[in-house]
């Protein structure tokens, strides 16, 4: 690896570092051992990466150091306050608070003087629930990184004991602060069937999610306009309902039910904002095991619940256990949830020796490196990459396209990035000064979009994706900074103006420009409404996306149903590479010729026999090549006039 010596004796992974004080210091290629990182700056061994971020060496150090697993298995474990003297207190505060809430999340309407305490009691038990959260939260990710890299778990096993039992330790906090009523009456109301009116609804939906019992909501009415209204007598019979269907129910037998958690973003206590508070309470209530790594939990609860939770009517995904307790095992999760990215499945192999790549390589890549914003010196992951699959050949996509891929079978390799692009070939591209070709057509070519760019990592990105069969397929469904493509390659990639076709429509061939892509919002004649360039001011932003319809040069002057908007022309040009170039400004020099010849055939003869010359020898560059009927339709069109040039000039 790179790294930089400092005067102390320690080494630095990066330039930035603000302990290196030598702002020359020469870089130098280490092997990267336990001496190179006992050597290590501290602030470089916790925060740095010390390999590319989309490598698996730069994406295993993005899951260690960091706010990754040595920052997880440090965080929410049992402090000084969890025992002696501070635990007791604790202890009986939480006592106080939950003998409070036995009676209701508020005390009754004459009893002004416990108005703070009963409010106290529900701040206490927010606070303990928000503590438990955070706390699965954290065990969970750092579960989820050694199920990733097992070799790990033998080191971190005593801390990740350590947090399980706190985090268990504050379920049982909070599941004290829940009166089981209250959910029972909750799990109830969601059972009842009702009359269908939007008051019913609204007022099932909110006593089914709420652990405060139903005295919150047996006063809501329903407005015309959609208001809720205090009412009392509107839900009174709803309340009775409910009320007698616990009685009812009250003495059936305890049942087991396994709960899935929904899937979160692993990085913050998502729980609260996916379950409702009834479901937390179920949780902190009922719980008898916990498997934070695969997110699922053994539950002991009232039938009535039990019905609720397996009714297809929770956010937890919910099934009868037939087990006993003493047969649930929480377990790392199945490595097919968490398959690390190991050596070969990025650039650290040849290409020839590359894995598949799978949509747990891509998420990793994506959840680690790929979004790493908390240092801006940081490199950062790749988002376009060059694949392979037998299926479709190399193709140019971006991340989250390979990954949806991935998700229906799809089996490919990784080829190279846009930073494993040669930097012989980068460096001296990005140090060319701005060409000044001003010629016709010029801001229709690839030079002129690469005036838009002013860094070699945009650079870098334009050249794959002009690699892109369709630019459609860049399309990852995701806004700002993130995105595959930024705005200033979307610039590069397609001029903003319309193309000359004039010359075209006279008998001039199309030839290298037949192919020539154009996108527009629509050029289907069975939608309403007109085609839009991406720089169009109705459309929201400057990107292509898998909505949008391609069109080459050719169908558009074969098609007469096309309709466009005034104001932007309809389309956009995907830019012509330097021979496209070249034969848009002939085609339009031999139109410019014959419209001069049938205006005045003998004002300026020598001049105009010189480029018909001219253009009866060019030759595209290769790739491109001529096709024989082109060729000869051309060759046909210069004879044609050169002989009206030869005619003699009337007086």
Not at 72 to 79: V, Y
Request: charged share 25%; glycine share 8%.
């Amino acid at each position: 690896m790179k790294v930089y010596p400092g005067q102390d004796g320690r080494v630095h992974s990066a330039r930035t570092c603000p302990g290196l004080h030598e702002d020359d210091a020469p870089p130098a290629l280490v092997p990267l051992d336990a001496a190179l990182i006992g050597a290590m700056c501290e602030n470089c061994a916790k925060w740095h990466h010390w390999a590319r971020p989309d490598s698996a060496l730069g994406i295993f150090l993005c899951a260690l150091t960091g706010m990754g697993l040595l920052y997880e298995l440090g965080a929410h474990l049992p402090g000084p306050s969890d025992a002696g003297p501070e635990a007791e207190i604790a202890d009986c505060e939480t006592a106080d608070a939950a003998a409070l809430l036995a009676e209701g999340d508020r005390p009754a309407e004459d009893d002004e003087k416990r108005w703070q305490s009963f409010s106290d009691a529900r701040r206490l038990r927010d606070a303990a629930f928000r503590d438990w959260l955070q706390a699965a939260t954290s065990l969970h990710r750092a579960l989820g990184t050694v199920a990733a890299y097992p070799w790990l778990e033998p080191w971190a096993r005593e801390r990740l004991t350590l947090k399980a039992g706190h985090v268990e330790a504050l379920r049982t906090r909070a599941g004290r602060l829940v009166r089981p009523g209250a959910l029972l009456e909750a799990a109830a109301a969601g059972l009842l069937d009702g009359d269908g009116s939007p008051l019913w609804d609204r007022w099932q939906d909110a006593a089914a999610a709420s652990w405060s019992g139903l005295e919150r909501h047996a006063g809501l009415g329903l407005e015309a306009g959609g208001a809720l209204f205090p009412d009392a007598g509107v839900t009174a019979e709803w309340t009775e309902r409910v009320r007698a269907r616990v009685a009812a129910l009250r003495t059936r037998p305890e049942r087991l039910v396994l709960a899935a958690l929904p899937a979160g973003d692993g990085r913050r206590s998502d729980l609260r904002r996916t379950l409702t508070e009834a479901e937390l309470g179920v949780l902190a209530a009922y719980t008898v095991e916990a498997d934070w790594g695969r997110r699922v939990m053994l539950l002991r609860v009232p039938y009535l619940v039990a019905e609720h939770l397996l009714g297809q009517r929770s956010h937890l995904a919910c099934t009868p256990y037939a087990g006993d307790d003493a047969g649930f095992a929480p377990a790392l999760p199945p490595p097919g949830e968490r398959d690390a990215p190991l050596p070969g499945v990025f650039d650290d192999s040849p290409v020839a020796a590359r894995r598949p790549v799978t949509s747990a390589h891509l998420r990793a890549l994506r959840e680690g490196a790929g979004h790493d914003q908390r240092r801006a010196d940081q490199p950062q992951a790749d988002q376009l990459y060059v694949v392979f699959s037998a299926e479709h050949g190399v193709e140019v996509l971006p991340t989250a396209a390979i990954e949806a891929r991935c998700t229906t079978g799809w089996q490919g390799v990784l080829v190279a990035g846009a930073a494993d692009l040669p930097a012989s070939l980068i460096a001296p591209w990005a140090e060319q000064p701005p060409q000044q070709d001003l010629g016709p057509g010029w801001q229709l070519g690839a030079a002129a979009g690469e005036q838009e760019l002013f860094d070699e990592r945009s650079l870098r990105a334009l050249a794959l994706a002009r690699g892109a069969r369709d630019l459609r397929a860049l399309d990852d469904g995701r806004d700002g900074a993130a995105r595959a493509v930024p705005p200033q390659v979307w610039r590069a990639l397609l001029a903003r103006d319309r193309m000359d076709l004039r010359p075209f429509g006279g008998g001039i061939p199309l030839g290298l420009l037949a192919d020539v892509q154009l996108y527009t919002s629509n050029a289907d004649p069975q939608v309403p409404g007109k085609g839009h360039s991406p720089y169009c001011g109705h459309q929201h932003d400057l990107r292509l996306t898998r909505d949008d319809h391609l069109l080459t040069v050719a169908e558009l002057l074969r098609r007469t149903d096309l309709e466009w908007c005034r104001k932007c022309g309809g389309y956009a040009v995907r830019r012509l590479a330097a021979p496209q170039l070249a034969y848009y400004r002939a085609a339009h020099r031999l139109y410019t010729i014959a419209e001069e010849l049938r205006r005045d055939p003998g004002r300026r003869p020598a001049v105009l026999a010189a480029d018909l010359a001219s253009l009866a020898s060019w030759e595209p560059h290769a790739p491109h090549r001529w096709e024989d009927r082109d060729r000869r339709q051309w060759l046909e069109i210069i004879r044609a006039l050169e002989a009206r040039l030869a005619q003699p000039r009337r007086r």
